[in-house]
C-alpha cells in the first residue's frame, strides 16, 4: 500500500500546486492500484468498504477527458468495473467520458471557428449543458488545449497560440452539429 499512499499523497500535492499534467500522470498511476487499495481496506475494516471519496477517479476523470486521454479514461472504466466496491464511482468515469466527447466537439469547433463564443457552444452542439460546456472549456484552457479570452459575460475559444484546425479535422457546420 506504500506506493498507493505515495501517489495519493504526491497526486494531492500536485492539485494544491495545480500542476495538472502532474496530477494526471499520478492519476494514471493510482488508478491500477485501486483494486489492491480498497483489498487492503477491507482487511483493515473487517471487510467494509466505506469511503466518501475516490481522489484519483473524482477528479482524474474529468482532467482525461478534457484532455482527450481515451487510453486513461479506458483503465479507469476497466478498473471500476473489475471491482465492484468501486461500482458507485462508475459515474466519475462517465463523466470523463462526456467531458471526452464534449471536448473533442469543442476542439473541433474552435479550430474550425477561432473566437466561437462559449456561451453559444451549447446551441451550436446539441444536447450539451451550458454547465458542462462551461467546466470543460475553464479544464481544456488550463490544460493548455485552447485559449479564453473574456468577452462580456462569456468567453471567446481560440486554438492555442492562434493556429487554425488540424488539416485533417474535417470542417463541423457552425449550427446543429450533434455533440460526438
Not at 21 to 38: H, T
Not at 104 to 115: A, K
Request: charged share 20%; net charge negative.
Amino acid at each position: 500500500m506504500e506506493g498507493y499512499l505515495h501517489a495519493l499523497n504526491m497526486f494531492r500535492s500536485a492539485w494544491e500546486k495545480h500542476d495538472l499534467g502532474q496530477v494526471m500522470r499520478l492519476a494514471k498511476i493510482g488508478i491500477p492500484l485501486l483494486p489492491r487499495w480498497v483489498e487492503w481496506l477491507k482487511s483493515q475494516t473487517g471487510g467494509d468498504f466505506h469511503v466518501g471519496r475516490v481522489d484519483f477517479l473524482q477528479d482524474g476523470c474529468v482532467l482525461f477527458g478534457c484532455a482527450g486521454d481515451h487510453e486513461a479514461l479506458a483503465t479507469a472504466r476497466s478498473v471500476v468495473e473489475h471491482t465492484p466496491d468501486l461500482s458507485a464511482w462508475i459515474t466519475c468515469v462517465e463523466r470523463g467520458e462526456m467531458a471526452l466527447r464534449l471536448a473533442e466537439g469543442i476542439f473541433h469547433l474552435v479550430g474550425q471557428h477561432p473566437g466561437v463564443v462559449e456561451s453559444e457552444i451549447p446551441r451550436i452542439l446539441l444536447g450539451a449543458e451550458p454547465e458542462a460546456v462551461g467546466e470543460v472549456c475553464y479544464w481544456m484552457h488550463e490544460l493548455g488545449r485552447i485559449e479564453r479570452k473574456k468577452q462580456g459575460d462569456t468567453y471567446a475559444l481560440f486554438p492555442v497560440g492562434g493556429a487554425g484546425a488540424s488539416p485533417s479535422v474535417p470542417p463541423a457546420p457552425p449550427e446543429c452539429a450533434p455533440v460526438p
